[in-house]
Structure formats: structure tokens, C-alpha cells
T-cell receptor, first 111, second 118 residues
């Protein structure tokens, strides 16, 4: 199983850049790294996915070092609405049973 | 496109009763997954359908849980008889088939069905 480890919580202020790191030491060759965001009373929502190096989309960047044993989600200039739980998920979704969400990181953005 | 729809949003039943949760995936999504979070713990995988076939049901906790996906469209998850420890939030997610990129599936989740067993 590709187990992940993330900080339980993080605090930030509006306008700052936030970096959340996830450790996944036993990542397999075919595993992808995916980050999800979850607000209260909602299901997780896809943010970004990557396999190696750097991926950027309109909301975030994902940095993956060469050994792929960790990954960092970067949220530029956060706002109050970015307060949520962020999950790092490692696995191959054709075999979703091998993927777990972990406890996630609760990000609190303050004014 | 419409999202993943789950019904009911909240169900309160007594121990020993039966509850059926329903999930309508995004149209055209062959993959359908059930997950649950119990006692505020982490979200855990229950099972995975590819169309109407169970691809992986290794996360189903016991034989009180029965999932079906007749016709490869919507899915139901029945708990019979319900126990106190079944209380939690049950999430459904769907995704398209891989498009040549192994592992690149992206899940779209529903809002979840909260089950309270008294």
C-alpha cells in the first residue's frame, strides 16, 4: 500500500503562498500523485495530478523530486476560501484499492 | 456536465434496520467507486466497479454490505442490518476509463451520504 504522511494542520494568511508536503516513501513505479481539496459537507475535489518533476495548472503547482518519495502542493496567494482539508493520494486508479487518502492537512487561511 | 449525485444526503436509522444509498455517476463514466469515512477517521476505499462488474471489493468491511451497479449506470450500497459502527459519511466517485495513461484517472466525488445509526 502506498501510505502517505502529511502535516495535520497548517495556518496561513491571505495573499501568502502555501506549500504542503506529502511523504510517500513506498511509492510504486506506476503510481501517480494526486491532490484533492475538501470543504465541509462536500466530497473531495480534484486539484492537480502529476508523475514527476513539476506540474502547474490554473489553481496550483505540484513539485515532485526525482526520487518521487515526496511531493509538494503549492497554492499561490491563498484566500479565505482556500480554507479546507487537502489530501495527497498516491496510487494507480485502475487498482483504487491500493490507494488511501490519509488524514489530510487542514489549511486555515486567516485574514 | 452534471456531477456525481448521491442520495440521501443524510439518513438516520436504528440499529438492525436496512439502508440503501444511491449514487448516480457522471454520464459515460465507466469507473465507479465507493468510499467511506467513519468516526471522523480517514476516507477509506470500499469497492470499485468498471461498468457493472466489481473490479475490486477488497475494502468492503463484511457481508452486511452489498453493492450493485445494474446496467453499469447508477449504483446502490445496501447495509443490512446496520450496526452502530457503520455510522459515517459514504462517498461515491466516478471517472472515465484511462486514456492510455496508466494511473491518470481523476475522480469526481459526490457530496456524500451521511449515515447515522442509533
Amino acid at each position: 500500500l502506498a501510505k502517505t504522511t502529511q502535516p495535520i494542520s497548517m495556518d496561513s494568511y491571505e495573499g501568502q503562498e502555501v506549500n504542503i508536503t506529502c511523504s510517500h516513501n513506498n511509492i510504486a513505479t506506476n503510481d501517480y500523485i494526486t491532490w484533492y481539496q475538501q470543504f465541509p459537507s462536500q466530497g473531495p475535489r480534484f486539484i492537480i495530478q502529476g508523475y514527476k518533476t513539476k506540474v502547474t495548472n490554473e489553481v496550483a503547482s505540484l513539485f515532485i523530486p526525482a526520487d518521487r518519495k515526496s511531493s509538494t502542493l503549492s497554492l499561490p496567494r491563498v484566500s479565505l476560501s482556500d480554507t479546507a482539508v487537502y489530501y495527497c493520494l498516491v496510487g494507480v486508479f485502475t487498482n483504487a484499492g491500493k490507494s488511501t487518502f490519509g488524514d489530510g492537512t487542514t489549511l486555515t487561511v486567516k485574514p | 456536465e452534471a456531477g456525481v449525485t448521491q442520495f440521501p444526503s443524510h439518513s438516520v436509522i436504528e440499529k438492525g434496520q436496512t439502508v440503501t444509498l444511491r449514487c448516480d455517476p457522471i454520464s459515460g463514466h465507466d469507473n465507479l467507486y465507493w468510499y467511506r469515512r467513519v468516526m471522523g477517521k480517514e476516507i477509506k476505499f470500499l469497492l470499485h466497479f468498471v461498468k457493472e462488474s466489481k473490479q475490486d471489493e477488497s475494502g468492503m468491511p463484511n457481508n452486511r454490505f452489498l453493492a450493485e451497479r445494474t446496467g453499469g449506470t447508477y449504483s446502490t450500497l445496501k447495509v443490512q442490518p446496520a450496526e452502530l459502527e457503520d455510522s459515517g459519511v459514504y462517498f461515491c466517485a466516478s471517472s472515465r476509463r484511462d486514456r492510455g495513461k496508466a494511473g491518470a484517472n481523476v475522480l469526481t466525488f459526490g457530496a456524500g451520504s451521511r449515515l447515522t445509526v442509533l
